[in-house]
């Protein structure tokens, strides 16, 4: 499925601007149809998938408890 600017910038949550650089940097794929700009959605599903792993990775991360202390129970 293809989308133009303004869609993918609104399915990653970025500015058009942005998008619109990265496209002309090459850093995402677009095909110029004479007119705008076609992005295909699938390539950002792997991203997709890795940035919600490193959420979670990170979340459960934080949700660890904190061991306690050896040296709080010696009474030498």
Do not use: C, W
């Not at 910038?9 to 004479?34: P, T």
């Not at 705008?36 to 490193?54: C, V």
């Amino acid at each position: 499925m293809y989308l133009t600017i303004s869609e993918t910038a609104d399915y990653l949550s970025m500015e058009e601007q942005k998008i619109n650089a990265l496209v002309l940097q090459g850093r995402i794929r677009a095909v110029h149809d004479g007119d705008q700009y076609l992005i295909n959605k699938e390539q950002f599903t792997t991203h997709l998938e890795q940035m919600e792993k490193y959420r979670k990775m990170i979340q459960d991360y934080l949700n660890e408890p904190i061991p306690e202390d050896i040296d709080v129970k010696d009474e030498d």
